[in-house]
């Protein structure tokens, strides 16, 4: 079983091999500290349901962890019932519908969101009840304040809240953020912060200071629980004072939540429990001054990529002083036409570096956003923008004619073990080239474990695999 394990594990690219330069989704390295917690028989073996007596020590360690996202927030109080960012999103409007109801107001019900949010933003207003409302953004990626008054004034009336991402998804910091904020209490209605990418916010600003009345934070991200996989994730909205009695709380738990609140939002009263000691050990280690330590390092990171990139690649928003935020966004729309060099292709090639891809084609299509967080160092940083640098140099030489226009790195990447090993090689490009473009990829190489598939094939290309109805008829006879 360990070999067998041991073969899957080689076959994946996870951060104990390399950085996963996700943008907007800050994929930490997570310390060994950190997880053993979990598997303590004192957290690992309680029943969601166990009795309040039967469950002090995790009470304290929610009630401290609860205390300490409050001091990041500038909060009031804390849910952790919610078991996912897009849980939170959902928990935060309901509580402002909420809100709005006890004080007379439940016919407001739009809801203004950027067209640079994330899509689950839409969804969980959607799915709150309220009808979203687009407000457009200017070319640096900011919200387009004109269009923000002339909407909110539109639906004054009804206007129930704003959800804005800080920084914004376009990985800069919104200039007039407080402006915005302001605009929106002027006629009625309350801010929702996205809180997706409080790496760059912790210990420097918070959602309160700037403002909003409500934010989810993913603890997969920002605190440390890691981030992928399939959860699971905790996603914990924290709110101002007049929002305390909204918040959710649960049949089974007094402790859980207000006796005003609106109800569960997941099956048990705090939500993904067992996993809490993860982000509490975090933080425990870290402290205000390692956690703000570790906000100032992101935005670092991210600004050294931006500038060792930009010279090969256009870097697409940044703030009125060129910097960016924790993550950077690089347009590569104009390689198509200049060597016929999509997006994807400059994603598949990075496997033969021994990198995952950085998010792709989010927010915008045809684009790379990158998010090295601040767990990465120099080094790593320079072998991740020494790839990319490489990729460049190499969708150069496809529109100089010296690497053919379909049979190039690009465009077969990635290349394996069995494809670069076989005795008939067909490629115009060396094999050195295709496996080991740069001297420090043959140290430790990463054998990507299969070619290329066509991504959206299957989206496009439905087909049913359970029986036909005859079967079901048969079996009935």
Not at 313 to 335: K, S
Not at 357 to 375: D, N, R, W, Y
Not at 408 to 416: F, G, Q, W
């Amino acid at each position: 079983m360990l070999r067998y394990l041991k073969r899957l594990e080689d076959k994946d690219v996870a951060l104990n091999r390399s950085m996963i330069p996700l943008g907007s989704c800050t994929m930490k390295l997570n310390a060994t500290a950190e997880m053993i917690p979990v598997t303590l028989p004192g957290f690992s073996d309680l029943h969601p349901f166990a009795p309040a007596d039967q469950t002090t020590g995790f009470k304290t360690l929610i009630d401290r962890l609860s205390q300490w996202l409050q001091a990041v927030t500038g909060f009031a109080g804390v849910s952790l019932q919610p078991n996912a960012g897009s849980q939170g999103e959902y928990s935060g409007l309901l509580a402002i519908r909420a809100y709005q109801e006890a004080n007379g107001q439940a016919h407001r019900d739009v809801c203004l969101i950027p067209s640079s949010a994330h899509g689950t933003n839409p969804a969980s207003a959607a799915s709150a009840g309220l009808r979203v409302v687009v407000v457009t953004c200017d070319h640096d990626g900011n919200i387009d304040l004109a269009d923000l008054v002339a909407k909110a004034d539109q639906h004054a009336d009804r206007l129930a809240c704003l959800m804005i991402t800080y920084p914004s998804t376009h990985g800069v910091f919104e200039e007039q953020v407080m402006e915005i904020c302001r605009i929106i209490h002027a006629r009625g209605g309350q801010v929702y912060m996205d809180g997706a990418n409080m790496n760059a916010q912790v210990g420097l600003t918070s959602p309160a200071r700037i403002g909003a009345d409500v934010c989810h934070l993913n603890l997969h991200k920002t605190f440390c629980i890691p981030h992928g996989g399939g959860g699971p994730g905790v996603g914990p909205i924290a709110v101002a004072a007049h929002l305390l009695p909204h918040l959710p709380n649960h049949p089974l738990r007094d402790d859980a939540g207000p006796a005003t609140g609106y109800g569960p939002v997941a099956a048990a009263p705090f939500g993904s429990a067992l996993i809490l000691p993860i982000s509490y050990a975090y933080i425990r280690m870290m402290g205000a001054d390692g956690l703000m330590r570790a906000s100032e390092v992101a935005i670092l990171n991210a600004n050294y990529v931006a500038a060792r990139l930009r010279p090969h690649y256009p870097v697409l928003y940044t703030g009125v002083h060129g910097m960016v935020a924790h993550e950077c966004i690089i347009d590569c729309r104009g390689f198509m036409a200049e060597a016929g060099v999509k997006v994807d292709d400059i994603a598949k090639r990075l496997q033969d570096f021994g990198f995952h891809a950085p998010t792709m084609s989010f927010p915008v299509a045809g684009t790379l956003m990158i998010e090295p967080t601040e767990s990465e160092s120099q080094a790593e940083l320079d072998r991740f923008c020494d790839a990319m640098i490489t990729i460049r140099h190499e969708i150069a030489d496809i529109a100089a004619g010296r690497l053919d226009r379909a049979d190039n790195p690009l465009k077969n990447a990635p290349h394996t073990a069995r494809e670069v090993t076989a005795d008939v090689w067909t490629h115009a490009y060396s094999r050195q080239l295709a496996a080991f473009p740069l001297p420090w990829v043959a140290a430790a190489k990463y054998w990507p474990p299969v070619k290329r598939v066509d991504d959206i094939y299957g989206d496009r290309n439905l087909v049913c695999t359970c029986a036909p109805l005859e079967a079901y008829a048969r079996a009935a006879g």
